[in-house]
């Protein structure tokens, strides 16, 4: 099986960085996702990392340590609509290979 | 492309009444998921499909839930019958072959039984 841990809240101010964590646990690691969720919405993709390093996609960037089981989003310049739920899902070789596990994200208010 | 299609957005239903779950997916993707998410656990994956096979089915929370897959086009998900602790949003996904472009999911359904 698969667990996932991220934080459940955080708050940050409009302008600022913010990173958000993720720790993993699988058997058959296959990629690693980020997803944003805004109140009543669905998920929608963000990001990918199924190789260590950083993966940047403008004001938003991920990175990811296989060694560690260990992921962190990064958002800059962060904006008032970037208050959203964020959720770290990790795919799994098992099951056809295209099995996402999703955490329970992470809650982030952004404040003037 | 209109992207995932679910219907209806929201269902409000009484206990022990039949609900069916409906989607469409994007055309062209090859993989299908139907998803539940609440609260207390967060998105869980109920079953998902390759080229309208089931292939992984154990978040299937029990013989109440059934899901099927006629064509590509189309996928249902059913509880019969229906508890109130079925409350939840059910969100279907399709993507295709595995591959970075990650999941795109429908609206989704609230669904609600009291």
């Known amino acids: 099986g698969q667990n996932i841990d991220q934080p459940t809240e955080m708050t940050a101010t409009e302008g600022a960085i913010v990173q958000i964590n993720c720790t993993y646990q699988t058997s058959g690691f296959n990629g690693l996702f980020w997803y944003q969720q805004h109140a009543g919405e669905a998920p929608t993709f963000l990001s990918y990392?199924?190789?260590?390093g950083l993966e940047e996609k403008g004001r938003f960037s991920s990175f990811l340590s296989r060694s560690k089981g260990y992921s962190y989003l990064l958002l800059k310049e962060l904006q008032m609509k970037d208050s959203a739920s964020y959720l770290c899902a990790v795919r799994d070789v098992g099951g056809g290979g295209n099995k996402l596990t999703f955490g329970t994200g992470t809650q982030l208010k952004v404040e003037l | 492309d209109a992207g995932v299609i679910q219907s209806p957005r929201h269902e409000v239903t009484e206990m022990g009444q039949e609900v069916t779950l409906r989607c469409k997916p994007i055309?062209?993707?090859?993989?299908l998921f139907w998803y539940r998410q609440t609260m207390m656990r967060g998105l869980e994956l109920l079953i998902y499909f390759n080229n309208n096979v089931p292939i992984d089915d154990s978040g299937m929370p029990e013989d109440r839930f059934s899901a099927k897959m006629p064509n590509a086009s189309f996928s249902t998900l059913k509880i019969q019958p229906s508890e109130p602790r079925d409350s939840a949003v059910y969100f279907c996904?399709?993507?295709?072959?595995?591959?970075?472009?990650?999941?795109?999911f429908g609206s989704g359904t609230r669904l609600t039984v009291v």
């Open positions: 996904a399709s993507s295709l072959n595995v591959g970075d472009y990650g999941y795109t």
């Open positions: 990392n199924v190789l260590d």
């Open positions: 055309s062209g993707h090859d993989y």
